[in-house]
């Protein structure tokens, strides 16, 4: 099986009001700590989305392994990230994980169980309720090009059109940085 990953990272962050993909984390950035997950993860192929702090990222974040995937309409939400990544995935690939770059806490081990289901959609149950990252099916590519909104994907799964592999994951779904408090939160050192 073939797998893209691709690591979403090119909000604004207007709720926070600063880069959070730069925002210290242990001893890195936040977006450098998202990253290396997703090289632990072995992904046939790696992405991640750039936009509103692109040319900080490029020059704070080590981009090594990665492939670029420039959004200019990130501002419309993450469902441009997804569309504008679909068309520079590989051919070969059987599906493509989403990750969110603020969300460090997520566990290779469950990107790589959710990667690998059968399904046309996978996401990972946690006890608290569905969170990233998800899995999208090369059948549903054409339907991922066509997204808009930050809820888009989450429209997709709930929509009943295709069957859906839920993979259990252990606790609460894992802090995505979105506020001052989030990341608060996560330097205290609670990741989930």
């Not at 909000?11 to 959070?20: D, H, I, T």
């Not at 080590?62 to 051919?91: H, K």
């Not at 806490?105 to 006890?127: E, H």
């Amino acid at each position: 099986m073939f797998v893209t990953g691709l690591v979403l990272a090119a909000g604004a962050s207007v709720r926070l009001g600063e880069a959070k993909q730069l925002l210290p984390y242990r001893g890195r950035t936040l977006l450098d700590a998202t990253l290396e997950l997703a090289r632990s993860c072995g992904f046939d192929q790696l992405l991640v989305g750039l936009g509103g702090a692109a040319d900080l990222v490029r020059d704070r974040v080590d981009l090594t392994g990665v492939q670029v995937v420039e959004n200019a309409a990130f501002s419309t939400g993450c469902g441009s990230s997804i569309s504008a990544a679909v068309n520079v995935v590989d051919p070969r690939a059987d599906g493509l994980l989403l990750l969110l770059g603020d969300q460090p806490g997520v566990r290779a081990a469950d990107v790589r169980r959710v990667a690998s289901v059968a399904t046309t959609l996978g996401v990972c149950r946690y006890s608290d309720g569905l969170g990233h990252p998800f899995r999208f099916g090369r059948e549903v590519f054409p339907e991922l090009r066509g997204l808009h909104g930050d809820k888009a994907v989450w429209k997709l799964l709930h929509s009943g059109r295709h069957p859906v592999t839920e993979v259990h994951a252990d606790g609460p779904v894992p802090i995505d940085v979105d506020t001052r408090a989030d990341y608060e939160r996560l330097l205290a050192g609670d990741a989930r």
